[in-house]
């Protein structure tokens, strides 16, 4: 391929894609701080509730199932947990927390944050043809990458005489981050 090609190509890639790369770098910024806020959904409606359990041992999917529709909540269940001392149920829009000793606890219903959740789908979906045009998207962005180099001319700039020392640099940095964090 000549130069005016590799050009041609790594443009018109980087113009398809610049939506993608945008949206699915958004994606990652917000799944990088989930733990701390839940960016796809806010609260609507918070409700403290007292309620009496059964002992720990007699808490299970069908008692959640049942404890919701005691409770009013007609949501998708998805799933439950005793853990810590609490029993949680999480349903599509609803979560409920219920202390197991005191039987205080919270009921929390929420609705999806509009284009942030679909955002956030990007690296959730598990699909097939998602999964093929991921790698499609990624064997693509490694061209970009690759036909950058050859952007730069000869010269000062070029990858020959500094890109190389930066691009070692980009892959020396996120591994000494890996070890330092594991």
Not at 117 to 130: A, D, G, P, R
Request: glycine letters at 8%; hydrophobic letters at 40%.
């Amino acid at each position: 391929m000549n130069r005016q090609t590799i050009r041609s190509l790594h443009r018109d890639l980087g113009y398809f894609y610049l939506g993608l790369i945008i949206s699915f770098s958004l994606s990652g910024i917000l799944m990088n701080h989930r733990e701390s806020f839940h960016p796809e959904k806010y609260d609507i409606e918070k409700k403290e509730i007292q309620v009496q359990l059964p002992a720990e041992d007699q808490i299970t999917e069908e008692f959640a199932k049942d404890f919701l529709k005691k409770q009013s909540i007609d949501d998708t269940f998805r799933r439950f947990k005793v853990k810590g001392g609490a029993m949680r149920i999480s349903c599509k829009n609803t979560d409920v927390e219920v202390d197991l000793a005191t039987g205080k606890g919270e009921i929390e219903s929420y609705k999806k944050t509009p284009f942030i959740s679909q955002i956030m789908k990007l690296h959730k979906n598990t699909s097939n043809w998602w999964i093929y045009y991921g790698d499609i998207f990624g064997l693509s962005l490694i061209f970009i990458a690759v036909t950058g180099v050859y952007m730069i001319p000869a010269g000062k700039f070029s990858f020959k005489n500094r890109g190389w020392k930066l691009a070692v640099a980009g892959i020396v940095f996120p591994l000494i981050v890996l070890f330092i964090l594991s």
